[in-house]
C-alpha cells in the first residue's frame, strides 16, 4: 500500500476531488496548510500598503491506496489540479507498512 500526499491550491479541491471519486477513490483526508516553494510567497496591497506574504495557503490531500492504483490517482490529481503556473503543487508518495481501523480492529486492505 501507499500513501499519496498531495499539496494543491484551495479552488482546486472541489475538481480533484471529483475526479478522485469517479476514479473509484473511497476516502482521503484534507487538512489546510500554509507553505511556500520556488514561488517564495507573493506580494498584496492593503489600505496603499505593500507586503509579502511569505506561506501561501494550499490544501494537503492525503490518500491511502493499493500499490497498483498509485499511478491512477496521481494523475487524476494532476490532470484536475494543473493550471500551468507555478505553484501548483507536489505530490508526495510513501510506503505504508500498516493500517490499523481503531474501530473494529481490522487491518490493512479491509481497513481501507
Known amino acids: 500500500m501507499k500513501k499519496v500526499e498531495a499539496i494543491i491550491r484551495p479552488f482546486k479541491l472541489d ?10 477513490v473511497v476516502g482521503m483526508t484534507v487538512s489546510e496548510v500554509r507553505g511556500f516553494g520556488r514561488q517564495k510567497g507573493q506580494t498584496e496591497r492593503y489600505r496603499g500598503s505593500e507586503y509579502t506574504v511569505e506561506f501561501l495557503q494550499k490544501l494537503k490531500l492525503e490518500i491511502v491506496t493499493e500499490d497498483d492504483q498509485v499511478d491512477l490517482v496521481t494523475e487524476k490529481i494532476i490532470s484536475a489540479a494543473q493550471t500551468g503556473e507555478i505553484g501548483d503543487g507536489k505530490i508526495f508518495v510513501y510506503p505504508v507498512n500498516e493500517i490499523i481501523r481503531i474501530r473494529t480492529g481490522e487491518k490493512n486492505l479491509e481497513a481501507i
Do not use: D, F, M, R
Open 15 to 24: 475538481e480533484v476531488k471529483i475526479a478522485l471519486v469517479n476514479a473509484g
